[in-house]
């Protein structure tokens, strides 16, 4: 089973994934991309050297960027190996996903071949995976039409091993990114150069502007010209067959519409932000069966003669590829590979985000907390003497520190901005196991009663199959918007908001009956206990510190049954 640890270091290579592929797309050249793509490897993938050999128009391939190593650098840095020489190299060795890894065994015959190299002799691996200095791995790199574009060579893990699963997929995600960014980058090269001849040169105006129509009709992203000022800003007027594609709509009926009448409603904010002159937005735009595609916009103003009318062109990427991948590997970062359901990290953060580091000895009614958040601007003091979000009314801006938060003096806002607390509804709890009326956010902590043995008397395979049973039954027994999370082994957390101390205790009763009922795995029925723990959020406390009070209250309610009673709910 994946390990606890896992999942946040997915979590940190997914971070800095994101970030080495965000700077692809801040080059503004093709040599500038060509450098950042191999600097993103070594700064944000984990080797020590990384080359881009780029195909040439005869179909060799030429080094055309190096990081990692100067003295390598000037050695092959436009140096040619022959297309034969690569296509040989892509065919051996082991094909990891889309990857191509050379052993050290099997390299040893392209030592005299035409391909520029660094690598160096070096003693046999210690252990079975360790990376010896003549391993070769390669990522290529395909263009939109499938033709190749380039190859990524890499070497000296800094780990000292083969790359895992893990991080051949971040490299071959890496490569397809690295080959969108080169693509676009010539494509932008292109339309710079057309660019500049219909500004410079009367003269070549027809010239220009042939080539500016191939390069926009037979693009293989997406190109719109739209009117710019006027009553009809924005207003498509032309677009190529990509973009049509793309949308599902003819040119014809896309002339009738602008990007704002398209795009998705959630991200209309976002276009209205991008600016015309080299904005870039990504966003969803509608097609015509209904559905939503994610695409890069990126903005562009020309002109149509030297004192003509001036149009926005837009260049359109389909990224919905991208995005979804992101939404995978951000679920698989937050989320239990074995039951669905969020991991111990995304507890924490959605319980988090309920908190603030509003003192305990400052209390709140809920009543008090909805003024504070809606009504607290007024000036008006309670009753009771208290002042806004139930603070003293001597309480100046400064009397407790909240690092980042706006509007606090020294924070984003400033001073004399809005205090710390408002627009944020403090999370209190009931001050006594009774019922008092007041309604809070419960924690329930839930550990399984006799699953150790049903794992080691029927291994890890029946365990599974429980723990995954078990989530189910959790989850079909909360509400919509209450979060069921696994935080490990066979324990469980319920977050669930509303509740007084009675609807919590109700709660806890209800979903332990619903784990008792037998499980059948393989035709065998196997029960189990649970025990639970219920503790209460509150604004002050960190998300350890509440899960840490659930389950102390589990551990005591678990003392208090006796086992027999325990295994039976």
Known sequence: METESEPYVRLATLRQLHRVVAELNTARSLADTLQT?????????????????????DGDLVVAAFAGDPAAEALITGRVGSRASWDRRLTMGENWDGLRFIPHTEGWVLIEDDVPQWHTEGPDPRFEDEWHPEDRLYAPMYASAGELLGVISVDRPRNGRRPGAWGREALQMYAFQAAIAISNARLRANMQRALVRLEREQQALRASEESFRQAFEYAPSGMAIAEMGGD??????????????LLGRPASVLRRYSFSDLVHPEDIGTLLRTSAEGGRAELRLGRRD??????????????????????LLTHVEDIEERKR?????????????????????????????????????????????????????????????????????????????????????????????????DHHVHTVAPETEVDDGTKGLAVLFCDLDGFKSINDRFGHHTGDAVLIEVARR?????????????????????LADGLGAADAADLAVRLRNAIIPPIRVDGRAVRVGASFGIGWASCGMSADEVLRSADQRMYIEKRSRSKAHRRAG
């Open 37 to 57: 793509v191999v600097d993103g490897i070594v700064v944000g993938l984990g080797y020590e050297l990384a080359c881009v050999n780029l195909v040439r128009p």
């Open 232 to 245: 009809q800003h924005g207003r498509l007027l032309r677009t190529n067959d990509a973009l049509c594609r």
């Open 290 to 311: 209904g559905t939503y595609v994610w695409v890069s916009l990126r903005n562009s103003v020309v002109a149509d003669a030297a004192d003509g009318p001036r149009f």
């Open 474 to 494: 959790l989850t079909t027994g909360v509400r919509d918007g209450d979060t069921v999370a696994r935080l490990g082994g066979d324990e469980f957390v319920v």
């Open 325 to 421: 991948h992101e939404l995978q590997l951000a679920h698989r970062a937050s989320h239990d590979a074995l039951t669905g359901l969020p991991n111990s990290a995304e507890l924490r953060a959605r319980l988090g985000a309920r908190l603030c580091r509003r003192p305990q000895s400052v209390r709140a009614t809920a009543v008090e907390a909805l003024d504070a958040a809606f009504e607290g601007r007024d000036g008006r003091d309670g009753a009771g003497g208290a002042g806004e979000h139930g603070f003293p009314p001597d309480a100046g801006p400064d009397a407790f520190e909240f690092p980042g938060v706006p509007g606090q003096a020294g924070g984003p806002g400033g001073a004399g901005g809005p205090g710390p607390y």
